[in-house]
């Protein structure tokens, strides 16, 4: 196993730019994390699109950024009304993510169509739903490789399932690889989070079978006891009760040599300082994970 | 499928008292329920216990009253110096079951120890609170056989992982059964909750698979859209997203012919009168489930 304790220059860290988002846009975000060494980032579409691409393809040119992966596409389940609209904005994300140099754009699949895309109508239906995203990433799958711009979908955690993501485990998400790229084109493969997965029995089993080649991007962050918020309740690394090394362990014996990005979507950090907040993610990375 | 729109007599319906824990005890509950023409209950051990099992028993007794099931033992993750406690307040447990005419015990594992039994040294090991669990539910199952009482395994939503259970899916929960108790005793069975596997894409193969023998006591209530509270943010039937007709009718399919128990912890119907709480539970009964 890596040992991010001797991580001076800290080239397995990555800062998902949603865990400050808070705190300002992405140029203040890029900065700061340039002066705490941090050299690989995740930026998510609407903070992009706040500045602009052109401006953000610049800005991460011109601090010498490497991106971890770009946040994100999907949200698939929609009614008939918005289909092209929705297939439209996610080619749309495939550019955005070969512009700015990102090795994978993340894939969040969505819930019932009335969450996922406000505005369809609404349905309970997520035997549907789940119909509806093995179709659109097929679809997107298609475009995206003649872009050159591998997918990383990720299963989201059970508790999610309505709002965010109907592929809400890892065996999941992997059979729907399978289902959809049998030839493991290296276009298709997994974001995987310990937040999400961590509860999961055959979580080991199955990051076994995600294979080297499908393990595209790593997240970080941990699970509060109690949890306030389905949405932004996660907590930093070490406060929490993940095993992190056990699952990043198993997710380093696949060969994955990617950054290890850290995305701590929390009411609580978002009031912190960026600076306070950089500073202890890096601690925690050095110290806990 | 039953038609419970035609449900004169609520013959099929049950209250889980947890719904209306916070508006009185254990006796102003069952008057309560008498009042509305609700023949069935689930009590919960610290509601009897506050007035004493043998008041409780006779409560049951002279009210007429059938049990659906009682909540709840389990809890078995601790560490070594409160193993035997433990494991004694689980057969007190079976005894109450048994004095109050319960046809199940339901039974949640528990999550990691200091969480299950606080007090207990702290341990992020989720392996190893699941191989406790494993041995626990064994132990407790040759008491309970001798006992005459079933012990009916309720796997808990993931989010409850850390907190409740470990048992996570109805495919864990089964595959402990299997293991337990590979001749299917009738003596170990399974407490389906829709809240806690809604989400689940292998859940209507799994409830094939539990079969009419272990299909021990089911539950409903609804899963809002946004939750407010991990534990107590549950919803009346028809308020949130499951589809509840389709759980049932996969329930039945098995030849379950027990009552339907409406488990609905949540702050906000806590909040409210009793008397508006069970109206609004035999109106949605009959309408919505």
New interface residues.
Partial sequence: MRDLAADETLQFLSLNTGTVRKQGGLLAILDAAARHGISNVAPWRDQVHEIGLERAVRAVHDGGLRLSGYCRGGLFPTDDAHRIEVRDDNRRAVDEAVALGAPCLVIVVGG?PH?ARPGSAAS???AGA?AQVADGLAEMLAYAETAGMPLALEPL???M???RS?V??LR?ALDLCDAIDPSRSRGLGIALDVYHV????EILSQIARVGADRMLTFHLCD?L???MS??SGRGMMGDG???IRKLRAAVEALGFNGAYEVEVLSDHWWSRQIDEVLSVIIERYRTVC
């Avoid at 961590?198 to 029995?201: G, I, K, S």
């Fill in positions: 019932l969450f309970c239906d997520l789940r955690h059970p508790m399932a309505a709002e109907c809400c485990t999941q961590w509860w999961d029995t699970w006891v109690p949890t389905v949405l009760v993940i095993e």
